[in-house]
């Protein structure tokens, strides 16, 4: 199956929950569960160091606001790009969040995310 085919309420359905995980265990520090619906690309290509020297360093990864607005989506191949507007409930101001979505033996399983 291929993700691009779901309506967008279907891919909002599946997108939002995985968003919202990622703000909560950003928040919290848990690498481990952070990344535990990453593809397997993904989790290879993520170094741990890093990822934990981020939850440790970066305000803006450990105070992201479980408020947050989907903006809309780009479906490419075979992979739907949901984009979402991010604040943080110390900084003020608002961020891009970007949450690529794909499937992976069947599962849908995250391929990229990022906040800008």
């Keep these: 199956m291929n993700i691009i085919e779901k309506t967008d309420d279907e891919i909002m359905a599946m997108a939002n929950p995985l968003w919202r995980d990622l703000v909560k265990y950003s ?32 305000e803006l990864a450990r105070s992201l606001s479980e408020d947050f607005d989907p903006l809309g989506m780009i479906r490419r191949g075979e992979h739907v790009t949901v984009l979402y507007r991010q604040r943080s409930t110390k900084k003020p101001g608002e ?22």
Excluded: P
């Design 27 to 58: 928040n919290e520090g848990k690498y481990g569960e952070f990344t535990r619906n990453f593809s397997n690309s993904l989790a290879r290509a993520m170094d741990q160091v890093v990822a934990g020297h981020q939850f440790a360093n970066s």
């Design 95 to 116: 961020w891009l969040g970007r949450l690529v979505l794909g499937y992976e033996d069947g599962a849908v399983r995250i391929f990229g995310a990022s906040i800008f």
